[in-house]
């Protein structure tokens, strides 16, 4: 046999053991894989999965009041100096009369837009301009939310939008949440383990959902009678009640 044989034949044996070699990984990749699914699929027919949540009620420790000052004029800009005039003896209330941060007064809508009239016979006609000047005020002295409220209408407010209460210790409340949300899928667990005639095995998943707070919301202000209260020396009422914080969980369990 030649050389030039000799190394075709060589050529040859080595490609067969490559495919050999190529085949015999695939083989066991593939048994590896279904080995995988197999475990798999009997760790799905031997779980539970439930969802569950918790929830807390708590005293809030914020009141989120919405008030402003509306201001007509018969060009934009009277309309607009009007509304100036106004907000700076609101501002004054607040800053200086009950010393409240500026850091807790945003201003939420503030602009000028023109207003009409409207006849059959002229259409629509200008009648002047509206400046609207609103804020979103952090107060946390929840028994004083009356007369803030009369102390900022008797300054120039005469739009109260509602009041909002919320807490600052979210993350410490959803804590609890979640801990009550995790007792109740240990508990819904249980039950469909026991009444499958099977045991409780330890957690193997947990995806927590969205934790949420539902805040108490007041209805709005009907501006006269608050002026009518002032005016009678009596602080308009507002009562805080408790607000709701939930959580969500959804967790599956190995059933033995």
């Known amino acids: 046999m030649g050389k030039r044989t000799v190394q075709v034949a060589l050529l040859a044996v080595t490609m067969v053991a490559a495919g050999w070699f190529g085949a015999t990984k695939l083989g066991a990749d593939q048994a590896l894989a279904e080995t995988t699914g197999t475990v798999q699929a009997a760790n799905v027919q031997n779980a539970v999965t439930v969802g569950a949540e918790g929830s807390i009620k708590v005293d809030p420790d914020v009141a989120y009041l919405s008030f402003g000052v509306d201001a ?35 201003t939420t809508n503030f602009g000028v837009q023109p207003e009409y009239n409207y006849t059959e016979k002229d259409g629509q006609v200008l009648k ?61 667990a249980s039950v469909l383990a026991t ?41 308009s009422s507002v009562q805080s009640g408790q607000i709701e914080i939930s959580a969500s969980v959804t967790v599956q369990y190995q059933l033995k």
């Open 72 to 106: 007509r004029g018969k060009t934009a800009q009277e309309a607009q100096q009007a509304s100036a005039a106004k907000f700076a003896a609101v501002e004054k209330t607040l800053y200086d009369t009950y010393k409240i941060d500026k850091k807790d007064v945003q």
């Open 128 to 188: 002047g301009y509206l400046a609207t000047h609103s804020v979103r005020v952090a107060y946390r002295d929840l028994a004083g939310i009356g007369k803030l409220l009369d102390a900022v209408s008797a300054a120039g407010a005469n739009r109260v939008d509602g009041v909002q209460f919320g807490t600052e210790k979210q993350d410490q409340y959803e804590l609890d949440a979640l801990k009550k949300a995790m007792t109740n899928a240990g508990a819904k």
């Open 195 to 235: 009444s499958a005639s099977r045991t409780l095995g330890p957690v193997i998943n947990i995806v927590q959902g969205n934790a949420a707070n539902v805040p108490i919301v007041t209805a709005n202000f009907d501006q006269m009678k608050m002026a009518t209260a002032s005016a009678a020396g009596v602080s």
